[in-house]
């Protein structure tokens, strides 16, 4: 069992930062990585970034690559999202979600899911 807490959202501006934070408990040991998706109002829920917790190779959706940054800290059980430049297209609620990560930009990929942060920007 695994349990996921996003924290971090908020309300922006345009061009603005926000660093989301996922701490994760339980079996991070079953899971090979983490992943943020992000889901808009009337839009199905799409991929942002993934991590794996051996190695740290990340995989980044075209739509944020350059302007978002995934990191982790193994220590803490940690995964973060800085997300930097923001735009108003980057408003939705925010998930992380651990799974194998075979496919990391797969939402099916994912066995484990936390509640979501909302992020607003703001024009």
């Known amino acids: 069992q695994v349990q996921l807490v996003e924290s971090g959202g908020g309300l922006v501006q345009a061009g603005g930062s926000l660093r989301l934070a996922c701490a994760a408990s339980g079996r991070t040991f079953s899971t090979s990585g983490m992943g943020w998706f992000r889901q808009a109002p009337g839009k199905e829920r799409e991929f942002v970034a993934a991590i794996r917790w051996g190695g740290g190779s990340t995989n980044y959706a075209d739509s944020v690559r350059g302007r978002f940054t995934i990191s982790r800290d193994n220590t803490k059980n940690t995964v973060y999202l800085q997300m930097n430049s923001l735009k108003p297209e980057d408003t939705a609620v925010y998930y992380c979600?651990?799974?194998?990560?075979?496919?990391?930009?797969?939402?099916?990929?994912?066995?484990?899911w936390g509640q979501g942060t909302q992020v607003t920007v703001s024009s």
């Open positions: 979600a651990g799974g194998q990560l075979r496919t990391a930009w797969d939402v099916h990929d994912y066995d484990y």
